[in-house]
């Protein structure tokens, strides 16, 4: 059979839009870039029962569908956690086969160097725990701001916070476990879990996070028959993913003792800890006195080595490095180490010699903490413009939402408990029905969409699929174009209007 060949190709590219390739269309958009020629075959006979339990039951991360964007539906995106790209301080990058060379956005002003090192040893097999340069700087940076209270502490770099949360579970879980979150949590952890077999139990929230003595209570009163008594406990502190609660000092410091009391392990997720929309400042100089606008992280409060912090540069760098940082003990940094080695095996190469020339080479600690600085005061005034449009446009009477001091999130309730202002058949919107709160989420997620706007519903959060979470969605500020957060957030508003509006008009006979 005729085969492909190097002209038909060239043919191919020159006729098809320059935008393809640079959009993901789907899973499967591969589908796009094949020739006539692969329509010629007949299709495969690979039977599914080949496929494990896991994998047939698995269908990918739901997030990661709702982050891929329909390029025939340009709509406002209101529901990506995505960091937004006009804030990554590469402004270009050229590469050739013996040179890299970029351009920051923001030079160091002094000519400290720590010296040079050989592109050829970067694109070539790394070290589990990084680059020595990179890590030297990491380490430093982890003591300047957190300061661990013990001796035996270690860090190494890791493929992001993704691939540092499925380690996590893996030292630490076997299948068939009850693992501790919070209520609402990030999206990812619950698929992980599920993926490996363990049971989640959220905790209820309040404007702080978790609530102390709602864990305790679940602690000190375990049913030994749904299994053995939890000792992971899963949390992001800062900015949560979804409700951007951020957690003070005070909270975590009496969650921390229950940990120590239960014996339990905290995985301390915190890749928007740096995302300071309170003050906007971080600090001036690398001295970690300079850090006091920062709430005291858990592993700054470790002195028993059972905190395991995951930090990232998606959210403050650029997510397309996929690279990060673990936080912990030595001896559970040895186990980070082992399983690096027989899955992503270290971090790209070409990752990290960016890494190290943006914050070793051209920031310093000080350039670093001046950069986060002023990114905070970025996506402050992103926050701050959606906060004006939920004031300015939701119903006040059915929506309450929240003003986060950190991340990029704002977590919009409903409060059902006021239907009656809208409809005199309250039975019509049966409160208590699982099935009557999901289908009301997705028709006002449906309409918003229709509207031209994309929200996140919030029962892709809920950690516990018993009882009532109530009616809620997630808005992130970070990724569309900041003159369309006002819009985005009115068409939002219109879609639950006019759902309620519906429902009153349908409940007259």
């Not at 476990?177 to 049971?199: H, M, P, R, S, W």
């Not at 979804?242 to 339990?264: C, F, H, L, N, W």
């Not at 002195?303 to 995951?310: A, D, H, I």
């Not at 980070?336 to 070409?350: I, R």
């Amino acid at each position: 059979m005729d085969r492909l060949t190097i002209s038909e190709v060239n043919l191919a590219r020159t006729g098809a839009q320059p935008s393809l390739a640079l959009k993901p269309l789907s899973y499967k958009q591969y589908d796009a870039f094949k020739s006539p020629h692969s329509l010629k075959y007949n299709p495969s006979k690979l039977s599914l029962k080949h496929l494990s339990v896991e994998s047939q039951q698995f269908s990918g991360a739901s997030l990661k569908k709702l982050a891929t964007p329909s390029p025939s539906c340009p709509a406002i995106q209101l529901c990506t956690g995505r960091p937004n790209a006009d804030h990554f301080p590469w402004k270009s990058f050229q590469s050739g086969p013996e040179t890299v060379t970029k351009s920051m956005e923001t030079p160091r002003n002094d000519s400290e160097s720590n010296g040079p090192y050989e592109l050829t040893s970067m694109l070539d097999y790394g070290h589990a725990a990084g680059s020595p340069q990179l890590l030297r700087f990491i380490t430093e940076h982890v003591e300047l701001v957190h300061n661990p209270p013990y001796a035996d502490w270690g860090t190494c770099l890791s493929s992001g916070s993704t691939s540092a949360l499925d380690i996590s579970l893996r030292i630490f879980c076997n299948r068939g476990d009850n693992v501790i979150c919070e209520q609402f949590t990030y999206a990812g952890f619950l698929e992980v879990a599920d993926l490996f077999g363990l049971k989640t139990r959220g905790i209820d929230m309040d404007n702080d996070g978790i609530r102390p003595v709602a864990l305790r209570t679940l602690l000190k009163s375990w049913n030994w028959v749904d299994g053995d008594r939890p000792h992971v406990l899963y949390m992001i502190p800062s900015g949560q993913n979804p409700t951007g609660v951020s957690q003070p000092a005070e909270r975590k410091a009496e969650i921390y003792t229950i940990a120590e009391e239960y014996d339990m392990i905290i995985i301390e997720d915190d890749p928007y800890y740096f995302l300071n929309l309170d003050t906007g400042n971080v600090g001036s100089s690398p001295r970690p006195e300079s850090l006091n606008n920062l709430t005291p992280s858990y592993v700054s409060l470790d002195t028993s080595g059972r905190v395991v912090r995951l930090d990232s540069v998606s959210k403050i760098l650029a997510p397309g490095l996929r690279a990060g940082w673990v936080t912990a003990n030595d001896s559970i940094i040895s186990k980070f180490l082992s399983y690096h080695e027989v899955s992503s095996a270290f971090v790209s190469g070409p990752s990290q010699l960016m890494l190290i020339e943006l914050l070793d080479e051209t920031w310093g600690h000080e350039g670093f903490f001046n950069w986060l600085q002023s990114l905070s005061k970025k996506y402050r005034q992103r926050r701050d413009i959606m906060i004006e449009a939920c004031k300015a446009h939701l119903p006040k009477s059915l929506c309450n939402w929240s003003i986060p001091s950190s991340g990029i999130y704002i977590w919009v309730q409903i409060n059902t408990e006021e239907r009656a202002n809208y409809s005199s058949v309250v039975s019509t919107l049966d409160t208590e029905s699982e099935d009557s709160r999901l289908c009301i989420e997705n028709r006002i997620q449906a309409n918003a969409f229709e509207k031209g706007v994309q929200v996140t519903n919030g029962s892709m959060f809920e950690a516990n699929t018993y009882g009532n979470q109530g009616l809620n969605f997630r808005l992130t500020f970070a990724t569309a174009d900041e003159a369309l957060l006002y819009t985005g957030v009115r068409l939002f508003a219109e879609a639950i209007k006019e759902e309620f509006n519906e429902v009153s008009h349908s409940a007259v006979p």
